[in-house]
């Protein structure tokens, strides 16, 4: 640990610390944007429900079957009938808004109303960066990301999945990240619903990491999972397991339909959306029926595909709008709302930001509440990439002061400072400027500047190259946090034993 | 000409032509975001009126200080306070919306009310592209740059300062650009307010090119000029004369102060904002005395400096922020709204693209109706570049999509076609993805969607190259509009009499 905090100081050098804007969780003044009317999201609803009653949705796991039987629907063979009364039942019942805990309680956050909360990227098989290029993730590139989402404060999750750790074997790949994911950083938890071992062993770390009770643990959601639907309207085993084990330990469940339009969904975006929110309330409605009152979280993730090619296409118009028209049909449930960063670009270029920033503009006009892949998400997901996750972050600090109410004060107007100035001077030597200037702006970590006879004299660097400085550095600055040592203990004891036991099985 | 059209033809080879969206105007049918309470919006007002009549502005022009002292301004040498009442009653005379005519009445446009137009970046005196480099722009450049306004549908002004036309003499550079302008577009027209000549050569162009009489003419908004002040509070000579005799000729004025907070503003973004407001007010009092009803445009700038280089810099939050809150304080007013796409990039890659996205975040939801800079504009506008201008009309096209109503009628909800698929399936061959495949989703001109394999086999190629094949081909497949021969004429004839006489005189 010494060596590695000397090694650091000398990587840094006499370098300043990276511009962070401190620890805090932006929240939304202004109404989110409405695309549609309120008669038009009433249709959607409609349309969702006739989807459900009428079609159903497979649902491969039997106690989910049987839930919704007892709740009244028609179950034939996979095929579960779910009729309206059932879903409108579920709505209402969840929480609006809620505290997620983390095992630090200043890295607790707040989900849903207005408040704003950034994910890393999960997901990805593959990560990338300028020195060593493309390549299948390791546990070690895993760790980095953990550690990157750790440093940077405009990050309000663990992470913990930027990248896959493929060197480790599956059975227990999920422990060692998840031990990873508590020691290397003290934000808030996420579990993955592949598996009944790998949800409860993340429910379990999440438990101990906060030195909880179970008792206490049900009471307060300090984990979450993400349920991706097999769009069209199919929910698989693990998945629907998952809607059910979280609701009943009381911790946070979100569920994600992948309703791409013109692949998974109908080539229309009121398609789209019509068959993503019947999935999400397909399962709004188990997840309720398992818990009344479970924290649950409505996920956009509509997007288009190139007609052309079939391949998934994101941040586009229809990706934008779909965020948007999302963060409508979440609120008429009062629910949280979760949404995304994405972009198809293979690299670090002007494609990657413009897709990522329209993103982040359907996300945040969208009213989303919890934003996820918020940093380092390339290639539609194939890739997290460290020049990008660095990049991220710079938008994401932008956002945060876009965010920050304007403050119209007799201090803010500086009309002494006109009048000081006069017609025709400048500001740069004013007393209001003086006492002012240095926080005055963001000051971004990425964006160059200069002029151009400056920049070419430096060489000319692009965004990425300065972003390949940037999470050197924040990974050079990175300290562990803190943890109980009893509690560090305990949680190395039970990931040894789990690993013993043989983690998730996996051969299938 | 015809030897040009083989040229061009051969040039394009068998290539389809450029994925363009037809030629439309954009609307926004949501309303523009509120950063500002109406409360702050007054404290706002109230801060501007403080400002002109307490310190008042200086203006250099006699005819100017005395129609304003003819009002009951108060005039001492060159400051100019203007009194509450005097600016008061200079709002709500202007036209809340317009029509502004093209010499081809098809490419007339509205400006006001929920109407978005984009003008391609004007002022820069250098250009750049990928096989020449950075350069002082010729009258070639700055023609090639009329021929992309042209060409892309989703630009709606005929353009003519992209880059400056530095090889031919500054007396009478004006009257052939002018010339270009009429001949080589068929868009609305913009005259430069840097002296008298320039000014009404612009104008007369404009209505000769319209075919209108002297009469007609002064009834129909043809021709739009901009003010851009001396912030703080200070108004040259041309400029002045530009805001009285467009009024009086019934044309279009835009007053945009440039108020950079911390050099030419206060160094909040509440100050700057007061003090870009006085000066559009004083612009528009000004304007509106000179004739009472004259189409007036509020041009909103403000963005900050790098407080470390004092270098301006653009699509930051600061600038995003400032953008939304001008649209509200235009709305205040019922004048339409004038805004920019900017970046202080140097070069084509990520950061020119976050800022631009951001900078148009904050146009779009800010209620902005003409988008000065749409295409084309880098390095804080030094530069207009020939990739970037490709790139941004791709953006700008997808904004266009974006910008669509969401239709949720039956057909588009297409619950048969999720009938037809069933759970499990998928839409590739639905009769319902069949019939709207092609036209669909927005398809790109720049963004690269292939896989990372097919990509990489390709060359792995940046959105800067993909966008260098674009403009060109775009400059290929121009063609010159038509135009009635004998005004033709008369243009030519009008120019070359202007030349003969001398233009503009420079010799200040």
């Known amino acids: 640990m010494e060596r590695r905090e000397r090694r650091q100081r000398r990587s840094t050098g006499e370098k300043a610390p990276l511009a962070q804007l401190p620890w805090k969780q932006p929240r939304r003044h202004f109404a989110p944007l409405r695309l549609l009317s309120d008669d038009q999201v009433e249709t959607i609803h409609k349309a969702s ?3 459900l009653e009428e079609i159903g949705m497979d649902i491969l796991n039997p106690e989910a079957r049987q839930i919704l039987s007892r709740a009244g629907a028609i179950v034939a063979d996979e095929r579960v009938r779910i009729g309206r009364d059932i879903v409108e039942a579920g709505i209402g019942t969840a929480p609006e808004e809620f505290t997620f805990h983390a095992r630090n309680p200043d890295r607790s956050i ?3 109303g207005n408040w704003i909360a950034f994910a890393p990227v999960g997901g990805p098989p593959n990560c990338s960066d300028a020195d060593h290029g493309r390549r299948p993730g390791t546990f ?3 760790a980095n990301f953990i550690r990157l989402a750790q440093h940077f404060n405009c990050i309000h999750t663990a992470g913990g999945g930027s990248t896959d750790a493929l060197d480790v074997h599956a059975s227990v790949r999920h422990l060692r990240i998840g031990l990873n994911k508590v020691l290397l950083s003290d934000k808030v938890l996420f579990t993955a619903s592949t598996g009944r071992a790998r949800l409860f062993d993340g429910m379990e770390m999440a438990r101990l990491a906060r030195g909880v009770s179970p008792e206490q643990f049900e009471t307060e959601p300090s984990v979450f999972t993400m349920i991706n639907t097999n769009s069209p309207l199919k929910l698989d085993g693990p998945m629907a397991m998952g809607v059910i084990e979280m609701a009943r330990h009381g911790q946070i ?5 992948f309703t791409l339009a ?3 969904a109908p080539v229309t975006l009121a398609g789209a959306l019509a068959e993503q929110n019947a999935e999400a309330l397909a399962g709004l409605a188990l997840n309720q029926l398992a818990r009344p009152g479970a924290p649950f979280i409505y996920g956009g993730f509509t997007s288009n595909v190139d007609m052309k090619s079939g391949a998934p296409a994101f941040g586009t118009p229809e990706y934008m709008r779909a965020a948007i028209a999302g963060g409508q049909l979440a609120r008429r449930y009062r629910l949280p709302y979760r949404t995304s960063n994405t972009c198809a670009a293979n690299a670090v270029d002007a494609q990657a930001a413009y897709e990522s920033v329209f993103s982040l503009w359907g996300a945040i006009m969208g009213g989303g509440n919890l934003i996820m892949h918020a940093a380092g998400w390339m290639e539609g997901g194939l890739v ?6 660095a990049l991220d972050c710079d938008l994401l600090q932008m956002l945060e002061t876009f965010l920050e109410p304007l403050d119209t004060s007799e201090e803010a ?5 006109i009048r000081e100035v006069g017609p025709g001077g400048h500001f740069f030597g004013a007393a209001h400027t003086l006492a002012r200037y240095a926080t005055a702006f963001y000051a971004p970590m990425v964006s160059d500047w200069r002029n151009f006879q400056q920049w070419d004299a430096a060489g000319r660097p692009l965004a990425d190259q300065k972003a390949n400085a940037v999470w050197k550095q924040a990974l050079a600055e990175y300290r562990e946090p803190a943890i109980d040592p009893a509690i560090r203990e305990e949680l ?5 034993r789990r690993i013993g036991e043989g983690g998730e099985k996996t051969d299938f």
Chains 1, 2 share one sequence.
């Not at 469940?253 to 339909?257: D, G, H, K, R, S």
């Not at 190395?492 to 040894?496: R, S």
């Open 110 to 112: 707040r989900i849903g």
């Open 253 to 257: 469940t979100c569920v994600t339909p």
């Open 492 to 496: 190395i004891a039970f990931v040894e």
């Open 262 to 264: 013109g692949a998974m």
């Open 413 to 417: 107007l500086g009309l002494d400072a």
């Open 384 to 389: 997290g990439a460290y020049e990008k996750f």
């Open 49 to 51: 429900l006739d989807l």
């Open 140 to 142: 070690e590139d895993n």
